[in-house]
């Protein structure tokens, strides 16, 4: 099935992914690890699940995982988005609100 909607080599999909940055939502929704950020509601991509779902299809993880990074959809967290990871009050705020 992911040879049906991915391409056969990782520069391909990062030119994909240059020109459509969501369309990793969608390869993301299709091997079942797309998060919901738990500050915003915002959909995301967790890179690790996601990048252990590719490596059938790619060998070289480290490579893929490398340039998931910089998509803007992706978050290191697989409970908040890249968003609210990156805004420091917002992620204090969860901090103690899962403190409590």
């Known amino acids: 099935m992911l040879n049906?909607?991915?391409p056969p080599d990782l520069d391909a999909l990062k030119a994909i992914l240059a020109e459509d940055p969501e369309f990793l939502l969608d390869v993301a929704a299709v091997?079942?690890?797309l998060g919901?950020?738990?500050?915003c509601e915002?959909?995301?991509v967790p890179v690790a699940p996601l990048v252990e779902s590719l490596a059938p299809l790619y060998a070289?993880?480290?490579r893929l995982h490398a340039f998931l990074r910089h998509n803007q959809y992706v978050?290191?967290?697989e409970t908040i988005c890249g968003?609210?990871?990156a805004d420091p009050g917002l992620l204090n705020m969860f901090q103690?609100?899962?403190k409590l």
């Open 4 to 6: 049906l909607i991915l």
């Open 31 to 33: 091997v079942n690890c």
């Open 36 to 39: 919901t950020c738990r500050l």
């Open 42 to 44: 915002r959909r995301f």
């Open 60 to 62: 070289d993880p480290k």
């Open 75 to 77: 978050s290191l967290s």
């Open 83 to 85: 968003f609210c990871h």
């Open 96 to 98: 103690k609100m899962k």
